[in-house]
């Protein structure tokens, strides 16, 4: 079992196999793959989608990895906002038509549910499937809660996968809303104060 110690703030070396590591770990994810239901699709467009989603952690040091980039998670601090324009051109030139006019109402309800005031942002947290079950999840989730803690600021995320939110439940993460519009599955936004 790997200990909090082993967390890294991952550098730009390592930045493509942490992007597959979560490209991994999303692989059955309900919300990634009704955008890509084609595996060819999938990991084609994936990796460019982690990174204008969560990219910008690399640039800011809060992209945290476990030893052998078994499990990563990236966070952007407050302040940093997802690569917009990239998001814009990743969905206009890989969703299947049908389906583009609810990805853009889902996003703008995204956008509606970020709290107002500073908070930390967590686009994808994920392990290599083949490390699921380790609790590699919950040693990344309470090293970057530590540190919101020490700030005293607000955690954020959405979560795309319903099997999910009982794990950020047991982080303190509490369900905000609800989006569910079309024909995109459900997601979650929650929030969690610092404590």
């Not at 989603?53 to 040091?61: S, V």
């Not at 052998?68 to 952007?76: K, N, Q, S, V, Y």
């Not at 959405?158 to 794990?167: A, G, L, Q, R, T």
């Amino acid at each position: 079992m790997l200990a909090e110690s082993e967390i890294t703030c991952a550098n730009a070396n390592v930045r493509t196999s942490i992007v597959w590591t979560i490209v991994l770990g999303f692989a059955a994810d309900p919300l990634m793959r009704w955008s890509w239901p084609d595996v060819r699709q999938y990991l084609r467009n994936m990796p460019n989608f982690v990174n204008a989603c969560g990219g910008r952690a690399f640039d800011h040091g809060t992209a945290y990895v476990t030893g052998g980039i078994r499990a990563a998670a990236l966070w952007l601090p407050p302040g940093v906002q997802q690569d917009e324009s990239a998001l814009d051109e990743i969905m206009a030139l890989s969703l299947n038509p049908e389906i583009i006019d609810d990805m853009a109402l889902l996003r703008h309800e995204m956008a509606e549910h970020r709290p107002p005031e500073p908070h930390w942002y967590l686009p994808f947290i994920a392990a290599d499937p083949k490390w699921v079950g380790h609790g590699l999840g919950t040693l990344l989730m309470k090293y970057a809660l530590h540190r919101c803690d020490e700030q005293g600021i607000t955690a954020y995320l959405e979560s795309s996968n319903p099997e999910h939110i009982p794990f950020y439940r047991n982080h303190g993460f509490k369900i905000i809303a609800r989006i569910q519009h079309g024909s995109p599955p459900p997601l979650t936004p929650m929030l969690r104060a610092a404590k």
